[in-house]
Every structure is written in structure tokens, then in C-alpha cells.
């Protein structure tokens, strides 16, 4: 059975926000071509030539998957190239963004399991120094903060003062004068927060740097030997955005990024395959049996267990979306398959997602997908509406003194009236992040963020308001000169 999407990633959520706003505002949609071909036999083989399909259908800059079955990698590469031109390979270190959390849950565990840290403890308890203004966050748990039902929300917390701390310590300082949205377990709210007060919990309670805890405890034991929380040691080339079909590299949004227990980990196709591989108990195990099936256990509240979002097919997935870079992990216990895919391009569409529904397609033995290009279409219309609002824009501003003239002398309320249509996209541009932020179930959204894996929507929006802008302008002038004159 096909997984379905991760529940509410950061990124992943956003997309959806820009794509619903898309569609209420341009009624503009495009369904994937289904697949009449006979399911392919999972080799190696099969699974190169299905990739290779999507990556050039796709359009994207790099990919790179693997997949494995029990303790064997059965497939690992990269198809494409990075920003420094050098061939994409299994081995080619990429940022995964939130598929950290599982990572971050394992160090937890790990110590845990050691009695350093108490899971159904109180995380103040544990880390004197985390503190909110907010006297439930005292009877927070570490459990709580692993299955994301601590009460931290995008809505009471300041994301953005959040992104510009330099350490775990001083991000867990700017959380002093925080509110909780809910009493701790009794609801679910993903918030990349509980993640990072837990990656400084893991600091704490083993006395290291986190990134220097990851390295030891959980990289090298798995052989994990291109993955690191931290750009200085594994450094990754640049990641793209689209716009209206061109790839543009760039440097990833600014923020707190490395070394997070949120999304600051960097690693490549083998590297996820050894995880995989551990995470569907074979090869190396980091945790106990128990601990192992304690983070893929949803909570009572939501399908979600530590760091992985449980499917009602018992598959577990999660994904990672940044700014320029996404990811997907994926396994099933049953079959003992592993999935992940990894991109150096974010657009509008997710082809790290759309490649774990074909492979996961394929090793369950339907036929997958046909791969589309539902993104270069998509921009290509977004291109189209781009134009021509910079067209109409134009001829309604060589057009203002006679629509002035035709208006001279009536009631300002109908000239106002008049003047809607033109200012609609002005306002519609004006709020666009807080309408995304809503349509995204009230994850914050910056005008920073608009300008990345979004821009090409942006960019329509922005040209959208700008001719808007210089129509109303042109008309306002008009009148009064014709006024002037009269």
C-alpha cells in the first residue's frame, strides 16, 4: 500500500498552504497521468530505470535514493548534479531537514536507555534551565516532547526570534517568555521546538555537544561516515529553487539550521541506507528491541510516534522540507523494506515524495506512477499569468485618462467601487503570508519564506499587485487632472 504523506512537516504543510491558495485564487490543478504498465520485478535495475524516468520528467537538479530490504542495501545512487557541478552520488551529503526528528529521538533514547534521562520525567526536571512563561510548561515530559504533544505551537511561540539563536542553549533561553498552546498530552501540534529542547537535553544529560553525541553514539556505531549535524564537517553544496522552470542555486533561508535536533542533520543515500536498515531492527541496533518499537508507537492522541509518522498500513514515514532541499524516509517492519529520497531542488512540488510513492509502489509490487511534470506545468502557467498581468497592467494604465474621463464628476463611492478589481490583488499580496499561515493550520509563514521553494507563486502574486498598484495610481492621477482641468 502507498504511504501516506507524513503528518504536517514543516515544509510539507506549507506546500499544501500554497497550493491550496493556488487553486481557490487561479482554479488551476493538474492530476498525475495513472500507469497502465505492468508492476516492474524490484531489482536494482528496475529501480534505476524508474528513477532515472522521474529524475528527468522531474526536471530537478539532484536526486538520490536507496532502498533496502532486511540487512542489504539493494539500491543507492544519485542521478543529476550539485551546485558545484559535480555528479550526484550515494554518497553526495544533502540536508534532510526534518527527518532529523528520528535521529534526535534515537539520541534521546540512547541515553535513556542508559538512565541518563527519564522519559516520563518532567524535561524542567532534567534541564534546569528551560523555563517558559507558562507555569504547565514545568509538567512537560521528554515522552511529550518526542510525540510532539508538549503544548508548543507555532501560534505562542516566536518562530522567528527562535531562528536567530547561535546555540541549543540560547535557543532554549529565548523560550522564556513563551506561552503553551494546550495542557502538555493532552493534544498534538508539530512545532519544530520540541525537537530542539530535546537536542540540548541531549547535550546536558551526556555532558557533549550534540553534534560530537550524533557523531559517536549514532553515526560512526551505524557506519554513517557522510552524515553530521553541523555544514563545517560534512558540507553540503548549495540547494536550488525553482522559478518558472530555472533552477536557481542559493544559500539555504537564514535561521538556526546546523546543528539542530530539528533539521540540522546532513547525510547521504548509503549513509540512510545503514539507518533504514537499524531503524527495521537489523545490522548495528543503537536502543533495546523495546526502545526501538517505543518510537514507532503512536500516541493515543495521534498517529505519530518519536520523530515518525505512524501509517494505518503499519508503514512509519517522515519528511524533511527546507528551503532548498527535501527529503523523505519511509520503512516498513512487515516486508523489511526501506526507502529514501533526497533532493537538492525545493519547488512546488515535492519530488523526494513523489519518488517515495513510486519505489514505495514498486517494492510492494503495483505499478507505480508514471513520472510527470506537473511542476514545469504548473510554473509555465504561472509564467503565462505573470505576463499577462504585466500586459493588461499596461493598457489599463495607456488606458487611465480615458477611464477617467468617463468618470469625471461622479461620487467618490463609485469611482472607489470601481477601483476594487484593481486593488484585489494588492490586498491579496499584502496578506499573503498570514493567509498561508492559516491555510497551513497556523504554522508560521514569513515574507523570507515566500521568497524560496514558493517563489515563483510569489512572484505571480508580487507582478499580480504591482500592475494592480500602478492601474489604480495611473486612474487616481487622471481624475484629478481631468478635474484640474474641468
Not at 514507532?296 to 515518525?308: K, S
Not at 477617467?404 to 494588492?426: D, F, N, S, Y
Request: charged share 20%; hydrophobic share 45%.
Amino acid at each position: 500500500m502507498h504511504p501516506k504523506p507524513p503528518h504536517h512537516p514543516r515544509r510539507t504543510r506549507l506546500a499544501k498552504g500554497f497550493a491550496a491558495t493556488a487553486v481557490a485564487l487561479a482554479a488551476l490543478a493538474f492530476a498525475a497521468p495513472a500507469s497502465a504498465a505492468p508492476a516492474a520485478e524490484v531489482t536494482p535495475e528496475a529501480i534505476d530505470e524508474y528513477v532515472s524516468d522521474l529524475y528527468e520528467a522531474s526536471g530537478v537538479p539532484g536526486l538520490s535514493v536507496v532502498v533496502t530490504r532486511g540487512d542489504e542495501i539493494v539500491h543507492a545512487a544519485g542521478y543529476g548534479h550539485d551546485s558545484n557541478g559535480d555528479e550526484v552520488t550515494a554518497d553526495t551529503p544533502f540536508r534532510v531537514a526534518s527527518v532529523s526528528k528520528s535521529f534526535t529521538a534515537m539520541a534521546v533514547m540512547v541515553l535513556a536507555e542508559e538512565g541518563a534521562i527519564a522519559l516520563d520525567e518532567p524535561v524542567a526536571a532534567q534541564l534546569p534551565e528551560f523555563a517558559m512563561a507558562d507555569e504547565r510548561a514545568a509538567e512537560i515530559t521528554v515522552r511529550q516532547l518526542l510525540n510532539q504533544t508538549s503544548g508548543f505551537s507555532d501560534t505562542t511561540i516566536d518562530i522567528v526570534e527562535l531562528d536567530d539563536a547561535a546555540s541549543l542553549e540560547d535557543y532554549v533561553s529565548r523560550l522564556a517568555d513563551d506561552q503553551l498552546a494546550a495542557d502538555p498530552g493532552t493534544s498534538w501540534e508539530y512545532a519544530n521546538p520540541n525537537f530542539n529542547v530535546a537536542a540540548r537535553l541531549v547535550e546536558v544529560a551526556s555532558g557533549q555537544p550534540f553534534e560530537e553525541f550524533m557523531q559517536e553514539r549514532v553515526f560512526a556505531p551505524l557506519g554513517m561516515e557522510h552524515s553530521a549535524t553541523r555544514d563545517e564537517i560534512v558540507d553540503p553544496a548549495l540547494g536550488y529553487n525553482s522559478l518558472f522552470g530555472a533552477w536557481i542555486p542559493r544559500e539555504e533561508e537564514p535561521g538556526f539550521l546546523d546543528n539542530s535536533g530539528s533539521g540540522g542533520i546532513i547525510t547521504s543515500a548509503a549513509d540512510m541506507g545503514q539507518w533504514l536498515i537499524s531503524q527495521n531492527g537489523q545490522g548495528t541496533q543503537l536502543v533495546s528491541e523495546e526502545g526501538l518499537a517505543a518510537m514507532h508507537t503512536p500516541t493515543e492522541i495521534q498517529d505519530y510516534g518519536m520523530g515518525w509518522s505512524v501509517e494505518s498500513d503499519g508503514t512509519l514515514a517522515h519528511s524533511g522540507n527546507l528551503s532548498t532541499f527535501n527529503a523523505v524516509e519511509w520503512i516498513d517492519p512487515e516486508t523489511g523494506y526501506g526507502i529514501a529520497a533526497m533532493t537538492n531542488g525545493a519547488g512546488l512540488t515535492d519530488i523526494a515524495w513523489s519518488t517515495l510513492e513510486g519505489l514505495s509502489a514498486l517494492v510492494g509490487g503495483e505499478t507505480p506512477p508514471e513520472p510527470g511534470n506537473g511542476r514545469q506545468l504548473f510554473e509555465l502557467v504561472l509564467a503565462v499569468l505573470s505576463v499577462a498581468a504585466i500586459a493588461l497592467g499596461v493598457i489599463a494604465v495607456v488606458r487611465s485618462r480615458r477611464w477617467a474621463q468617463k468618470r469625471a464628476g461622479r461620487p467618490a463611492w463609485r469611482i472607489g467601487l470601481r477601483l476594487l478589481p484593481a486593488l484585489a490583488p494588492v490586498a491579496l499580496f499584502l496578506a499573503y503570508p498570514s493567509l498561508v499561515s492559516l491555510i497551513s493550520g497556523g504554522r508560521t509563514v514569513t515574507w523570507q519564506g515566500t521568497l524560496y521553494f514558493a517563489l515563483p507563486f510569489t512572484v505571480t502574486l508580487f507582478i499580480g499587485a504591482l500592475a494592480g498598484a500602478a492601474v489604480v495610481i495611473a486612474r487616481l492621477i487622471r481624475l484629478r487632472s481631468v478635474g484640474s482641468a474641468a
